[in-house]
């Protein structure tokens, strides 16, 4: 199977900094990479995702780039503001599979 | 359109008894997945169901069981609960294909003492 490993584990940043996230997968068939975000008493809510055929992708603030050789994915978030802080977590999917494998997560605490 | 709806929001069991989760996907999405997250093992995926039928298993033991019915609606049921399956279950619904968005619930949040 899938071996999702994230980093760090955890992040604090003060408001206005960037925040990079990594995500580091072993299926080199894995060609959809999705970014959730977690609030306190929440589920898990998409805010970005990339396909195999595209190396970067943005909206907004918030970016997502792709390195299909190195097999890593980044998220990358700019101006960080306090409502940015969550559990984030990456989850590629494998091709030929339907369920995706989770990273172990990543607290981010943006201070004000 | 509405969301994913998880019920009920949270749960206080007693080792030993069984209890059922329910789950209803958003309107139109055909597979619903199931995943415990506790906060030494992440989420960890359970199963799915696709058109009424189990799709994916994880690595969870038997005392885990699920189904769908004909409206996608899913239910989980954990027997003979232990202290250890304390943890948040999360559903998430998709439209069942390769490479799509899942749409997670708010979650159970199921206490064993």
């Known amino acids: 199977g899938e071996n999702v490993e994230q980093h760090p584990s955890t992040l604090s940043v003060q408001e206005g900094d960037s925040a990079v996230i990594k995500c580091t997968y072993s299926?080199?068939?894995?060609?959809?990479f999705p970014w959730y975000k977690q609030e306190l008493g929440k589920g898990p809510q998409l805010i970005i995702d990339?396909?195999?055929?595209?190396g970067e992708k943005k909206d907004q603030r918030i970016a997502v780039t792709l390195n299909k050789t190195a097999k890593h994915f980044s998220l990358h978030i700019t101006e960080t503001q306090p409502e940015d802080s969550a559990v984030y977590f990456c989850?590629?999917?494998?091709?030929?599979?339907?369920?995706?494998?989770f990273g172990r997560g990543t607290s981010l605490i943006v201070h004000p | 359109k509405a969301g994913v709806t998880q019920t009920p929001r949270y749960l206080i069991k007693t080792r030993g008894q069984q209890v059922t989760l329910s789950c209803s996907p958003i309107?139109?999405?055909?597979?619903v997945s199931w995943y415990q997250q506790t906060p030494g093992q992440g989420l960890q995926f359970l199963f799915e169901y696709f058109s009424e039928t189990q799709r994916n298993k994880g690595n969870f033991p038997g005392r885990f069981s699920g189904r769908q019915f004909s409206n996608s609606r899913s239910e989980m049921n954990v027997s003979t609960l232990e202290l250890g399956d304390s943890a948040l279950y999360l559903c998430a619904s998709s439209l069942g294909n390769m490479n799509t968005e899942a749409f997670f619930g708010q979650g159970t949040r199921l206490t064993v003492v």
């Open positions: 309107s139109g999405h055909r597979s």
């Open positions: 989850a590629p999917l494998s091709g030929g599979s339907y369920i995706p494998t």
């Open positions: 299926d080199s068939a894995s060609n959809y």
């Open positions: 990339i396909r195999s055929n595209v």
